[in-house]
């Protein structure tokens, strides 16, 4: 069995103006895998998923999915893939069972399966009781579970999601994230891009960023974040303090009277902050990451690139 579902070699991709999009990229991703594909915009994340879904034509290079070729048998790689683009792109007027079983008629799935399916994802996204519901009469979110479901009804090996929780509430984008980490967890290969930095952390386990058309990092999600040399904390404490606590070895930036900002280096853990933070007698009401652990490498690496 072949261990990779993307294998992307020498990809290159230059358009008619003469912009070329994609510098010869290299990409492979594990199946089974939850990867991050990310990239500032313009950066040339929706021109890869664009020649994986043969919807860009590439100039150079090979690509295999699932092991196919998409150049030697383009019609069955794409079965492989159930794409979630990020701008919606089904008929309003068509009712949500209706966008879903026409779905599967375009992959051949028999009426009794297509009906077994089509009623496994409207429960599992929380869809059953609009399943006669024009689509433009959806929520947003619903929309957005909608274009998951249109996607995985055939089964496909691989779900690219591009931008999934945009415009999402948090109620429901967290639920989204159960939902894939779910069927991440059954087999299913997730490719994921995302401006919600939070949201690659959470979920992904191997991550590559993508600037100015070429691959700057590819990596573990773990690795990459291993490579933070300090991580800035902010702490909220229960009294106020007229004459504010100090600490030789966790100097504090107080905000204000009840909260202030401490940096913990890769050899200082939060326990040993709690230790000092007892010995001076003060009682924390909560502790938090001033910014995303990822936010701040992907801001590093990809200005760094600007200078290139």
């Not at 030789?248 to 009277?257: A, L, N, Q, R």
Request: some cysteine; glycine content about 6%.
């Amino acid at each position: 069995m072949n261990p990779y579902a993307i294998e992307i070699e020498g990809l290159k991709k230059t358009y008619k103006s003469g912009v070329t999009a994609l510098h010869n990229i290299d990409l492979k991703v594990e199946a089974g895998d939850f990867f991050a594909l990310l990239g500032p915009n313009g950066a040339g994340k929706s021109t890869t998923i664009g020649v994986l879904s043969s919807l860009v034509k590439k100039s150079s290079g090979t690509v295999k999915i699932m092991g196919v070729d998409i150049d030697e048998n383009p019609n069955l790689a794409k079965t492989f893939l159930g794409i979630v683009p990020q701008e919606f792109n089904f008929g309003i007027f068509e009712s949500v069972e209706q966008i879903l079983s026409n779905q599967a008629g375009y992959y051949g799935i028999p009426k009794k399966l297509t009906k077994e399916r089509v009623d496994l994802y409207l429960e599992t996204l929380s869809l059953t009781d609009k399943r006669k519901s024009a689509a433009g009469q959806l929520s947003g979110g619903m929309k957005r579970r909608l274009m998951i479901a249109r996607a995985l009804v055939h089964d496909p090996k691989i779900l690219i999601l591009d931008e999934p929780t945009a415009g999402v509430d948090i109620e429901i984008r967290r639920s989204m994230w159960e939902f894939l980490t779910r069927i991440n967890g059954q087999g299913k290969t997730i490719i994921l891009t995302t401006h919600y930095l939070e949201e690659a952390e959470n979920l992904c386990k191997n991550i590559a960023i993508i600037d100015k058309g070429k691959i700057i990092e590819n990596t573990s999600m773990k690795k990459l974040l291993n490579r933070l040399d300090k991580e800035t904390f902010i702490v909220d404490v229960k009294s106020k303090h007229k004459v504010k606590p100090q600490s030789k070895k966790f100097p504090m930036d107080w905000v204000d009277d009840t909260s202030f900002e401490v940096n913990l280096n890769k050899k200082e853990s939060v326990n040993d902050l709690f230790s000092e933070l007892t010995k001076l007698k003060i009682d924390v009401v909560s502790l938090r990451n001033k910014s995303n652990r990822l936010e701040e490498l992907f801001l590093n690496l990809t200005r760094k690139n600007q200078n290139v």
